[in-house]
């Protein structure tokens, strides 16, 4: 079977058991306050304005700063229940369809639980890997604030999607390998990058939709932030309104985007399909 037929193995595995939305719908509930509380707090803050920093009152500043802090804290736990358990269980979800035409979430969670001892440092490398990478590009940026250098910032923003682009292509079947195979660390990340990039073309499509749709959601919630004028209020209820629709979309797309990852893994991989 080819790539297409695995595409449309993966929509057809969602119409036939629809709650594997469920785990990506329930972390989208979650995420939504962060993507409203944190741009308005941003724009509390005017982080690209050091000048209107400076001129703001120390108490109010700390209260905000306060706040940001806790919206970041706990951006931080959801990403980390995201990451570390929920997009594991998927490949799992997925081999339960296939062997019993089922699904049940507290065996996969026990299983990911399992083995949580090869899961978390995979993850964790490549997360660590995707901070240093972007490091020196978040220090480029914040210079190119202060200095209020367009050009650098252009460059750096480039640069630093360029990279993210290239870890995503390298690690996309992580999950699966590290959630289903009894690989030491090193032979997960050999063969996830061995894996990856033999479907880098679809991976590179993949990439681009999700990194779209994610931008659209923080691109409402600082509009939604900055309609602060009470005359604005339609306007700002009709926003927040297709904010929601984005919201499930993303838990819709992501769904399929994690279903798909492991079936290709099973398809192109292991040879396994799913089946009438």
Same mark, same amino acid.
């Given at each position: 079977?080819?790539?297409?037929?695995?595409?449309?193995?993966?929509?057809? +595995? %969602?119409?036939?058991?629809?709650? #594997? @939305? $469920?785990?990506? /719908?329930?972390?989208?509930?979650?995420? *939504?306050?962060? =993507? &409203?509380?944190?741009?308005?707090?941003?724009?509390?803050?005017?982080?690209?304005?050091?000048?209107?920093?400076?001129?703001?009152?120390?108490?109010?500043?700390?209260?905000?700063?306060?706040?940001?802090?806790?919206?970041?804290?706990?951006?931080?736990?959801?990403?980390?229940?995201?990451?570390?358990?929920?997009?594991?269980?998927?490949?799992?979800?997925?081999?339960?369809?296939?062997?019993?035409?089922?699904?049940?979430?507290?065996?996969?969670?026990?299983?990911?639980?399992?083995?949580?001892?090869?899961?978390?440092?995979?993850?964790?490398?490549?997360?660590?890997?995707?901070?240093?990478?972007?490091?020196?590009?978040?220090?480029?940026?914040?210079?190119?604030? +202060? %200095?209020?250098?367009?050009?650098? #910032? @252009? $460059?750096?923003? /480039?640069?630093?999607?360029?990279?993210? *682009?290239?870890? =995503? &292509?390298?690690?996309?079947?992580?999950?699966?390998?590290?959630?289903?195979?009894?690989?030491?660390?090193?032979?997960?990340?050999?063969?996830?990058?061995?894996?990856?990039?033999?479907?880098?073309?679809?991976?590179?499509?993949?990439?681009?939709?999700?990194?779209?749709?994610?931008?659209?959601?923080?691109?409402?919630?600082?509009?939604?932030?900055?309609?602060?004028?009470?005359?604005?209020?339609?306007?700002?209820?009709?926003?927040?309104?297709?904010?929601?629709?984005?919201?499930?979309?993303?838990?819709?797309?992501?769904?399929?985007?994690?279903?798909?990852?492991?079936?290709?893994?099973?398809?192109?991989?292991?040879?396994?399909?799913?089946?009438?």
């Amino acid at each position: 079977m080819g790539f297409a037929g695995l595409l449309i193995d993966s929509f057809i +595995l %969602l119409k036939r058991c629809p709650r #594997f @939305f $469920i785990p990506k /719908i329930l972390i989208a509930f979650f995420f *939504f306050p962060i =993507f &409203i509380l944190l741009p308005y707090y941003l724009l509390e803050v005017n982080i690209m304005s050091p000048q209107d920093i400076a001129r703001v009152q120390a108490q109010q500043l700390i209260t905000v700063m306060l706040n940001l802090i806790f919206i970041l804290v706990y951006t931080f736990l959801v990403y980390v229940i995201d990451s570390f358990i929920v997009n594991p269980m998927y490949p799992v979800l997925v081999q339960q369809y296939y062997k019993a035409r089922e699904i049940n979430f507290s065996k996969a969670f026990l299983s990911v639980i399992r083995r949580f001892g090869t899961i978390f440092p995979a993850v964790l490398a490549v997360a660590v890997l995707v901070f240093v990478a972007m490091f020196p590009f978040l220090f480029i940026m914040i210079s190119a604030v +202060l %200095l209020e250098n367009d050009f650098l #910032f @252009f $460059i750096a923003i /480039i640069t630093a999607f360029l990279s993210i *682009f290239i870890v =995503f &292509i390298l690690f996309y079947l992580l999950y699966p390998i590290s959630s289903l195979e009894n690989f030491d660390f090193l032979k997960i990340v050999r063969q996830t990058v061995k894996a990856s990039l033999k479907h880098k073309g679809d991976i590179a499509k993949a990439f681009l939709i999700s990194f779209s749709i994610s931008g659209v959601s923080y691109l409402l919630g600082f509009v939604i932030a900055g309609m602060n004028d009470p005359s604005l209020l339609a306007p700002k209820m009709g926003v927040f309104f297709i904010f929601i629709l984005v919201r499930i979309l993303i838990a819709i797309f992501t769904t399929y985007q994690y279903v798909l990852n492991s079936v290709l893994y099973f398809g192109l991989e292991k040879g396994v399909f799913l089946g009438k």
